[in-house]
């Protein structure tokens, strides 16, 4: 009887050090220190980020909003980062030279970015420094260029993307669990996918020039005006040329026209760059007329100019 009675309190004693040694790291981390900042969130794959919380993070861009993107690391927790007018997007630099600053349109999903920042309230990243390789900005843009297209003509026709950009991050983990099957379709359709045309205006050009007409300016200025008493907008630009020349000088051109529309919308109305989506250049890619024609050659020398605002707050209006 004695044997039995030193056994249990020998079992009961190995057990106690037990849940002492598992706990003990628990009660040892500082309050606020980043493996406190792990939490179980991380493990449903979202990682709110504590407030006030200094924190580095890595990963990959998944998708972009107007004044938000968000990042999935390797350990396939996503992170909500918040751009704000203090935000220093530049490229690496090497040894003895810093990097390239650029605009926050330049974060496109898919680029590997590094991000410094702190959390809010909100638990987002709200970003000081984003870092990134030029080399990924490349293939991002190319990406970007050629699935995009593609993507919003699956949605058209299939009208399974019906995600609205007021859902919580908590519902839109839901949703991909539950479409497990698609999920990595899913990931690369930008939350821009969720905006309609509020309004649009074509700029033109002469050939072989990036600069703006008076008359085209002052449609600039009437688009401007209806953006900023807009709620939630943001502004989609693409630039196009005819096909007359050298396809890759047309693409350099397509780009400059579209740069230079952002331009005089950040310079003379004050548009935050972060409400401007990837302006990109499309080169003689995309034509809406005739290149064999004088008159279609001239449409085709063109920036398009779009409002975009989040389905839900349409439907609402």
Do not use: C, W
């Not at 009887?1 to 037990?18: C, K, P, V, W």
């Not at 993107?69 to 996503?78: G, I, K, L, P, Y």
């Not at 970015?113 to 900005?137: H, I, P, W």
């Amino acid at each position: 009887m004695r044997f039995y009675r030193s056994a249990i309190s020998l079992s009961m004693g190995l057990s106690l050090l037990i849940l002492m040694a598992v706990a003990a790291p628990a009660y040892g981390q500082e309050s606020g220190s980043p493996a406190q900042a792990q939490d179980t969130s991380e493990r449903i794959g979202v990682r709110a980020v504590p407030s006030g919380q200094k924190t580095k993070l890595k990963g990959r861009i998944v998708r972009r909003d107007a004044d938000t993107f968000s990042v999935r690391d390797e350990r396939d927790a996503e992170t909500i980062v918040r751009l704000t007018d203090r935000t220093s997007v530049k490229t690496k630099g090497g040894f003895l030279r810093s990097g390239k600053n650029y605009d926050v349109t330049s974060l496109l999903r898919g680029l590997v970015v590094e991000v410094e920042g702190r959390g809010n309230a909100e638990g987002q990243l709200v970003a000081d420094k984003v870092r990134f390789n030029s080399s990924d900005l490349k293939v991002a843009q190319t990406v970007e260029a050629r699935v995009t297209p593609v993507e919003r003509e699956s949605q058209r026709l299939s009208g399974q993307v019906d995600e609205l950009n007021e859902v919580s991050k908590a519902t839109r983990a839901e949703v991909e669990r539950a479409n497990a099957g698609v999920a990595s379709t899913n990931e690369r359709i930008s939350a821009i996918d969720d905006y309609v045309v509020q309004d649009t205006v074509s700029i033109y050009f002469n050939v072989n020039s990036a600069v703006i007409s008076p008359s085209d300016r002052q449609a600039l200025d009437a688009l401007a005006q209806k953006a900023v008493g807009t709620k939630g907008y943001v502004i989609e630009i693409t630039g196009h040329a005819d096909s007359s020349g050298n396809a890759e000088r047309n693409r350099i051109l397509s780009q400059q026209r579209a740069d230079a529309v952002v331009r005089h919308l950040q310079e003379n109305h004050e548009i935050p760059l972060r409400r401007i989506v990837t302006p990109f250049g499309y080169g003689q890619m995309k034509p809406v007329a005739d290149n064999n024609t004088p008159e279609g050659r001239r449409q085709n020398r063109r920036v398009e100019v779009k409002i975009l605002v989040s389905r839900g707050m349409a439907q609402t209006n």
